[in-house]
């Protein structure tokens, strides 16, 4: 952000992120396939790119791109469909398998914290935990996993969606800039462009460096999992880094998925699951304090402090959502906050707009004596 702008500046950037995500909140099953597709878009785009530089239309571009990734996702739905299919119950068993192992986990905990800790064993932690976890763990398929598929289900057609927007994002994207262009009056037209030049670079540094740090941390976890031994560590990996996308949330999830899955792997070695939250936690830390300032940091460049303050308004603000929307949108409002504050300010502009007036004013008062 530009040192110069004030608070005012700063006060309507803030303020115009939490009505975009208080609006966004309203109209979530738009914004979630239209933020995916984003992804999708800046993912693919290097490739369309690179084919137009080699001689290609950007149509054609666009359809190799986007078709061979709409392909690819179709195959692998033709493929792990069966195998879901068939492993619908085994599915229900290995869930109620990997809660009974993280059950078992935290009562050996509890019994080892309460041999060390007299006060602990008065208090009858042990029991009164397992009794809470027990409780939970018989409902918790009825409560949940129920209400999750449904979700899913319903949001399956909003999600479908994205990739068919990327493809038009890919093929009409520079149409729609040429259209914006053509509709601003000619004083507006190059900060216009700007402006617009200013909120892709903003927007692609982000989500490529979304990607990139998706990638990191997938390879960097898996490896780390694999190394102690556990099962599925490739998958694992991914999952937790696609579940830190929305931040803080995502982490506890991730870091509870490894711990289920260490101790259902190693029943009777507690410490291969102390073992996994270690490294789950040596890879959040290389995260944030390494890979992160390498990639989604860079695009940004925002003030820690206000990362950590915007994150904590944008749950607040819009929950789940806004903490995944905030950043983004935190960045192009500065973007545009900035770019605004360079056109109100810009002496050309301003002697542009007097010289127009004063031409409105002749016209009108030419118009009046005729």
């Known amino acids: 952000m530009n040192r110069s702008s004030g608070p005012v500046v700063w006060i309507g950037i803030i303020t115009s992120t939490c009505l975009l995500l208080f609006l966004f909140k309203k109209i979530l099953w738009l914004v979630v396939p239209f933020l995916l597709a ?124 994205a990739p068919f927007l990327a493809f038009f994002f890919l093929r009409d994207g520079r149409r729609f800039t040429r ?46 999992l694999w190394v102690i031994g556990l099962s599925g560590a490739l998958m694992l990996g991914l999952v937790c880094a696609v579940l830190a996308w929305v931040p803080y949330v995502g982490s506890i999830l991730g870091c509870l998925l490894v711990v289920l899955v260490a101790a259902t792997d190693f029943p009777l070695d507690p410490w291969m699951a102390y073992g996994a939250i270690i490294v789950f936690i040596l890879v959040r830390l290389l995260d944030d304090f390494v890979f992160m300032p390498l990639t989604i940091g860079r695009s940004l460049r925002m003030h820690p402090l206000l990362t950590v303050l915007m994150i904590f308004v944008g749950g607040a603000v819009a929950g789940i959502a806004g903490l995944m929307l905030v950043l983004p949108l935190l960045g192009i409002a500065m973007v545009v906050g900035e770019t605004v504050g360079m056109i109100v300010t810009d002496p050309r502009l301003q002697a542009r707009h007097a010289y127009a007036r004063r031409l409105r004013e002749q016209q009108a008062a030419a118009d009046l004596q005729a």
């Not at 914006?180 to 927007?203: Q, S, W």
Request: with cysteine.
């Open 179 to 224: 259209f914006i262009g053509n509709a601003v009056p000619n004083a507006f037209f190059e900060r216009t462009l700007y402006l617009m030049h200013e909120m892709d670079k903003t927007a692609r540094a982000y989500f490529q460096g979304l990607i990139s740090l998706t990638i990191l941390d997938t390879i960097v976890l898996a490896v780390g």
């Open 38 to 161: 984003l992804i999708i878009y800046y993912f693919l785009q290097p490739a369309t790119h690179r084919l137009v530089l080699n001689g290609l239309s950007r149509k054609t571009a666009a359809a190799i791109t986007g078709g061979g990734f709409i392909a690819l996702l179709l195959l692998c739905a033709a493929l792990l469909f069966p195998w879901i299919s068939s492993h619908a119950v085994s599915w229900q068993d290995s869930l109620a398998r990997y809660v009974e192992g993280g059950s078992l986990l935290l009562q050996k905990t509890m019994t080892g914290l309460e041999a060390q800790f007299t006060f602990l064993e008065r208090a009858s932690l042990s029991r009164n935990v397992s009794e809470q976890v027990a409780t939970f763990t018989e409902t918790f398929a009825q409560r949940y996993l129920t209400d999750f598929v449904l979700t899913l289900a319903a949001w399956l057609p909003a999600l479908l969606l």
